[in-house]
């Protein structure tokens, strides 16, 4: 169970996020050295499976998959992938089929010294090995997987560049969800012979065709990639049509994230060039195509207020088709901006037109990176990544997650690790919501032995604490209970006869029903407390004078009330107990409590 509070006329300034997670949980390998978890997937269940890669006892890196329970942060099974070479095997992307397996794909040095596309699946009980592929193209210059995307049936694509004697090309490939044997392979080079084809993200529409877009040159005279979106046929891979976008400067154009609607429309995300002047040349590029032949539905850039340069890397569709993409925006170089800040746009998918669009920066002089966007059932954004501050002695980078309301694009919660302190560093790499919003993010943090270790974490989804930026908020500190109230007590002053709101976030996490009560004052000071739910209902009973009107919790759910404090007569201050409850005998429970 946790508590946040948050003044309600204040809360169109929240703008920072406080408070532990459900569970963090790291892994150290057995050599004690570098390991970093690069990408995450739930199951249906809400359990966690991450992969990425481990130094070994040989000393080379090995591809780690883990799965972790969903509800305490356990490790289930974990299976270690020793590659040929036992030099570099590592996790690039996993996904979980309807049946809980889990198939993950990375690259391996092969024979040749050369990196490999390694696909595997596991067992979602226990982590057997159910099969195994790896692709070797056959040249010397390497094999290099990005994006792994499972159909309605469980067969699994893998999408990446590949060297074909010429350059690097596009090349994917379908194996069988049974026994992973290959289904089809298709390289794609664009129009020019000796393209370099670099294949960013795959996706998938309702007949099983596959969609995958990225960057490659389109004619010898041009050197500049230009957007490059093919669609290939389920069954054998067939080539059904090509997009190619260039850009209104004739320059360089990239491609990063596809996503495929509930219409089967593919929709693209990039960066396009537009030659306006140094630093401010680049803007998002956000398109939709038809998914019969490619032709263009809507097509939008956007260039940020600070007109930087701005890089749209990941996109996801909430459920009504609309588009949100999101990524880094270069501000402007001068005495109040540096480095990037997260830009983020949302499109309506019917015609593109642009709902809204925000910037967040932790600070005026830091660098924050996009790693990860997903989406929570009610369409608010939730995005990983990290950020440098550059104004800190120790300026090392740190773990940062945001939530954003999918209606405006306000901030809704931050999340910085509290890592990242005295030169240690963490990163998110991937983020994923289960069915109850509750946000999981992964990556790697600075370890007890001075190297990096495996970080998941698992957030709740009204984030485990809030605070507006208001002079004078005051954090009340964590608690430990064990059927025992807060040991803290707030006092805030009030002007006779005035009155004050909050918005009080209660989470019961815990596996049984827990009760609360707000106590209203001490002594004989005249202080109402009212409860409200979200829907401005009064759940209870005014508490005066001291007394206390408790609540009843269901294990697993929230209460989202609105605490209303009115002080009558000329009593000059109000106290509040935030919290008293019976837990039974669970002692883990941490409360987190934040008053204004």
Same mark, same amino acid.
């Given at each position: 169970m946790k508590i946040s509070t948050i003044p309600v006329l204040l809360a169109s300034v929240l703008c920072a996020f406080a408070g532990d997670p459900s569970w963090e949980k790291c892994y150290n390998g057995p050599a004690n050295a570098p390991d970093h978890a690069e990408a995450l997937a739930l199951d249906s269940k809400g359990n966690a499976v991450v992969t990425g890669f481990s130094t070994g006892t040989s000393g080379g890196y090995d591809m780690l998959t883990a799965k972790f329970s969903g509800k305490t942060g356990r490790r289930i099974w974990e299976q270690r992938y020793d590659g040929p070479t036992s030099q570099y095997d590592k996790g690039i992307d996993v996904a979980v089929d309807q049946q809980g397996n889990v198939v993950v794909v990375g690259q391996s040095i092969g024979t040749g010294n050369n990196y490999d596309y390694y696909t595997a699946k596991y067992s979602g009980v226990d982590g057997t090995l159910l099969w195994q592929q790896r692709f070797d193209g056959g040249y010397s210059n390497g094999d290099y997987p990005i994006d792994l995307v499972l159909d309605a049936q469980g067969n699994a694509i893998v999408t990446g560049w590949s060297y074909d004697n010429n350059n690097y090309s596009y090349y994917t490939v379908k194996y069988a969800a049974a026994d992973g044997t290959p289904v089809w392979g298709a390289r794609y080079r664009g129009d020019y012979y000796n393209s370099y084809g670099q294949a960013q993200a795959v996706d998938v529409d309702s007949q099983g065709n596959v969609v995958v877009t990225g960057?490659?040159?389109?004619?010898?005279?041009?050197?500049?990639?230009?957007?490059?979106? =093919?669609?290939?046929?389920?069954?054998?891979?067939? +080539?059904?049509?090509?997009?190619?976008?260039?850009?209104?400067?004739? &320059?360089?154009?990239?491609?990063?994230? +596809?996503?495929?609607?509930?219409?089967?429309?593919?929709? +693209?995300?990039?960066?396009? !060039?537009?030659?306006?002047? !140094? %630093? &401010?040349? #680049?803007?998002?590029?956000?398109?939709?195509?038809?998914?019969?032949?490619?032709?263009?539905?809507?097509?939008?850039?956007?260039?940020?207020?600070?007109?930087?340069?701005?890089?749209?890397?990941? =996109?996801?569709?909430?459920?009504?088709?609309? =588009?949100?993409?999101?990524?880094?925006?270069?501000?402007?170089?001068?005495?109040?901006? &540096?480095?990037?800040?997260?830009?983020?746009?949302?499109? *309506?998918?019917?015609?593109?037109?642009?709902?809204? %669009?925000?910037?967040?920066? +932790?600070?005026?002089? &830091?660098?924050? !990176?996009?790693?990860?966007?997903?989406? $929570?059932?009610?369409?608010?954004?939730? @995005?990983?990544?990290?950020?440098?501050?550059?104004?800190?002695?120790?300026?090392?980078?740190?773990?940062?997650?945001? /939530?954003?309301?999918?209606?405006?694009?306000?901030?809704? #919660? /931050?999340?910085? *690790?509290?890592?990242?302190?005295?030169?240690?560093?963490?990163?998110?790499? *991937? =983020?994923?919501? $289960? $069915?109850?919003?509750?946000?999981?993010?992964?990556? !790697?943090?600075?370890?007890?032995?001075?190297? *990096?270790?495996?970080? @998941?974490m698992k957030c709740g989804p009204l984030a485990d604490g809030l605070i507006s930026n208001v002079s004078g908020s005051k954090y009340l500190g964590d608690d430990i209970y064990n059927q025992h109230a807060l040991k803290q007590t707030s006092t805030v002053f009030l002007a006779p006869g005035s009155t004050r709101s909050f918005n009080v976030v209660i989470q019961n996490d815990a596996p049984m029903a827990a009760t609360y009560a707000f106590k209203g004052s001490a002594g004989s000071q005249n202080v109402s407390v009212f409860y409200t739910d979200e829907k401005g209902q009064d759940i209870t009973s005014a508490v005066r004078n001291g007394t206390y009107r408790t609540r009843k919790m269901p294990p697993g759910t929230n209460d989202v009330c609105n605490v209303r404090v009115s002080v009558d007569g000329d009593a000059p201050r109000w106290q509040i107990v935030p919290i008293k409850m019976h837990i039974g005998d669970d002692d883990t429970l941490k409360i987190v409590v934040w008053v204004n």
């Open positions: 960057q490659s040159y389109t004619s010898y005279y041009s050197g500049n990639y230009d957007i490059h979106t =093919v669609k290939y046929a389920a069954a054998d891979g067939a +080539v059904l049509w090509t997009k190619i976008y260039n850009g209104s400067a004739n &320059s360089t154009d990239y491609g990063y994230d +596809v996503a495929v609607d509930g219409e089967d429309n593919v929709v +693209v995300a990039g960066m396009t !060039y537009t030659n306006r002047g !140094y %630093n &401010s040349d #680049w803007d998002y590029y956000t398109a939709k195509y038809s998914g019969t032949d490619g032709s263009t539905i809507w097509e939008q850039g956007l260039n940020s207020l600070n007109n930087g340069r701005d890089e749209g890397q990941r =996109v996801v569709l909430n459920k009504k088709g609309d =588009v949100c993409v999101t990524g880094e925006s270069r501000n402007n170089y001068d005495e109040d901006y &540096s480095g990037y800040s997260i830009l983020t746009a949302m499109y *309506s998918g019917s015609d593109g037109a642009l709902l809204w %669009n925000q910037q967040h920066s +932790v600070t005026g002089y &830091s660098y924050q !990176y996009v790693t990860g966007l997903t989406m $929570d059932s009610k369409g608010n954004p939730v @995005i990983a990544g990290y950020y440098r501050d550059y104004l800190q002695q120790n300026n090392a980078y740190k773990l940062l997650g945001l /939530k954003l309301n999918g209606k405006n694009g306000d901030l809704l #919660w /931050k999340k910085i *690790s509290p890592y990242g302190q005295k030169n240690h560093i963490s990163r998110a790499a *991937s =983020v994923a919501v $289960d $069915d109850a919003d509750r946000v999981f993010m992964t990556g !790697y943090t600075t370890g007890s032995k001075n190297s *990096s270790d495996y970080l @998941i």
